[in-house]
């Protein structure tokens, strides 16, 4: 356990983090301890504040997009695992139920991608039929390639993830509390805010760190689903590394894994996860 | 603090998917009374209890609590309040917040719901323990948390669902006899659901014991001890021997069983048979016998007639008892 923690995680982070102070040219990188990967991201960006430089704007972006599918991920994740635990009463429904919500990972996360095309092109269903119920007179461009249709896909992707922690927190309520809560007169939404939600804490915690780590290094999903024109920190990473600046790819990454980091630390605070798992 | 209320039952039915839990009962329970629940498990009971509470609905029938029919009202406006088998106890709530939840919900500002709820610990002797969450609890506090919970909106009935079950025995005594304090201190309707006969003697006004989703018999403990109506209260209640005399079954109290020298004469019944088990009790010997016809049976010897006599296991035996002291069975 502990061999592979340090293999497959540990000296490859080390390793990112040393080749983050490397300097390099346009073809080697070159042994030294120098911010020039820090430094050079942020080129220009002190003396033009308070506009936003490019990067400082990408990962504002970022974070913001983050912050967007964490909440909707969290709405629906709640909801649905809410359900299943509470208003489903077979067992073998509630299995039946949470088979289905793993349907979006039964293909390839490209096939997946590629799925919303014919749905949200310019010619595509959702507005052939708008047109065609008279509610728009020309194709609705935001639907694809843009910041809605990388919300939508990656809420589509991940909600699953923010389901299983919350729907286990939920299985773990002894029902007899929401019996006693009802006893002593707590409406609905009472014993929801009241109850459930402080006893799903770990879950919703756990679900939010998957969420949040998933969604601040992704490229792929953003950079298909926003037709290549909205950039994120994984976007800037991918750039760097095709231009083989190896140094300037491992200094945003440890960026990135700083704010991730960062995010996790607070919610972390807010509940002990250690001691629910 | 509040006022104690009566409680009624009229044909009361419930009935799940595929069986009848409960069959139709008819119960007055007056006002102030401490009354015991008590039956096997599956009886009926706890869903009796629950139906009372408005955690289950009657499938037919009324539940009145003082003048008010109260079978379609939700658990908080029947001035019921439940203590839950296991306690059911907020675990991430401390004791004071946990006692001061009902008050919460009906909006009453922090400072006047946590007076109140410290007041209930006081009365609970949990005074100490108010900061704590209840996972650092024993399982008798957290009885008392619960009882404190239940009692904070002053209920009229406190339903209490098998309460003593989860304690250890020295603990559960020592609790049966707070929760009879509190009751007459109090003063309202205690309804207590249980499957122990001696917690249901020791506590209650009224005993109503059920069977198969229909009352057996109903009264306080000393009629039901000394008159039970069949052979299965005779059974259940303990104590008593069932008897065949003749072609019906009579029911008599162990300790009114006599022994008869072997060779004696007897002019009332007897019986006669083999010693097959010898318990000591403290507070009189436990002496289990099968009669030649077959019959299981046990009499109470107190320790100085058994000395006169010592028994061992296979001695042949002659019991007797009064008639007077032998009860019918319907």
């Known amino acids: ?277 | 603090m509040s006022l104690a209320s009566s409680v009624e039952l009229i044909n009361v039915t419930k009935q799940f998917q595929n069986s009848v839990a409960v069959d139709a009962i008819d119960l007055q329970i007056a006002a102030g009374t401490y009354c015991c629940l008590l039956g096997p498990s599956g009886c009926g009971k706890t869903t009796t209890l629950r139906m009372i509470a408005g955690h289950e609905a009657a499938t037919s029938g009324d539940i009145i609590l003082g003048a008010q029919n109260v079978t379609d009202l939700p658990p908080a406006k029947r001035g019921t309040a439940m203590m839950f088998q296991s306690y059911a106890l907020f675990p991430h709530l401390t004791v004071i917040n946990n006692v001061a939840f009902a008050l919460k919900m009906r909006g009453v500002a922090k400072s006047d719901r946590l007076e109140k709820a410290a007041k209930l610990l006081h009365l609970v002797d949990m005074s100490p323990y108010a900061e704590r969450l209840p996972a650092q609890l024993s399982g008798g506090q957290q009885q008392r948390v619960a009882l404190a919970r239940a009692l904070i909106t002053e209920p009229q009935v406190l339903l209490l669902d098998e309460p003593l079950s989860a304690l250890d025995p020295f603990l559960r005594i020592r609790m049966r006899a707070e929760l009879k304090r509190l009751q007459r201190e109090l003063g309202i309707t205690f309804i207590h659901v249980t499957h122990g006969q001696d917690e249901a003697m020791a506590l209650a006004d009224k005993i109503v014991l059920m069977n198969n989703g229909k009352i057996a018999q109903v009264g306080s403990p000393r009629d039901v001890y000394n008159a039970p109506r069949s052979e299965f209260v005779a059974r259940f209640i303990g104590g008593h021997n069932v008897l065949m005399s003749g072609t019906k079954n009579i029911a008599v109290r162990f300790d009114q069983m006599k022994l008869l020298g072997s060779k004696a004469k007897t002019k009332g019944p007897s019986l006669s048979g083999h010693v097959s088990e010898i318990e000591y009790q403290g507070n009189a010997f436990h002496v289990s016998m099968k009669s030649d016809d077959g019959q299981e049976l046990a009499l109470h010897l107190a320790e100085a007639e058994f000395d006169a006599a010592p028994l061992d296991v296979g001695s042949l035996i002659i019991t007797t008892w009064d008639p007077a002291s032998a009860h019918a069975l319907g």
């Open chain 1, 1 to 277: 356990m502990a061999l592979a923690f340090t293999i497959f995680f540990v000296i490859p982070l080390v390793f990112v983090i040393i080749v983050s102070f490397w300097d390099y040219n346009e073809y080697q990188m070159i042994p030294a301890f120098v911010f020039r990967g820090y430094v050079e991201s942020f080129e220009g960006c002190y003396t033009r504040l308070p506009e936003l430089c490019t990067i400082l704007a990408t990962y504002l972006k970022t974070v913001k997009l983050c912050f967007i599918v964490w909440l909707i991920t969290l709405l629906i994740g709640f909801t649905v695992a809410y359900f299943l635990a509470f208003h489903v009463k077979s067992k073998t429904w509630q299995i039946a139920l949470s088979l289905l919500c793993t349907i979006p990972f039964w293909t390839s996360n490209v096939i997946r991608m590629i799925a919303w095309i014919p749905l949200l092109g310019r010619n595509g269903l959702v507005n052939s039929a708008l047109i065609d119920m008279g509610l728009v007179t020309s194709p609705i461009e935001w639907l694809l390639y843009s910041e809605f249709s990388i919300v939508l896909a990656l809420v589509h992707l991940f909600t699953f993830f923010m389901i299983v922690p919350i729907f286990n927190s939920m299985m773990r309520i002894d029902k007899r509390l929401i019996e006693a809560a009802y006893d002593a007169g707590a409406t609905g939404w009472q014993t929801l805010w009241n109850v459930i939600i402080p006893l799903c804490k770990p879950g919703i915690v756990i679900g939010s760190i998957f969420v949040i780590t998933i969604v601040m290094g992704d490229f792929i999903t953003i950079g298909v689903m926003g037709g290549q024109q909205v950039a994120a920190a994984g976007k800037i990473i991918e750039v760097r590394l095709n231009a083989l600046q190896f140094p300037a790819a491992a200094a945003n990454a440890v960026i990135l894994l700083g704010i991730t980091f960062l995010i996790i630390t607070m919610l972390n605070k807010l509940v002990d996860v250690r001691k629910e798992l």
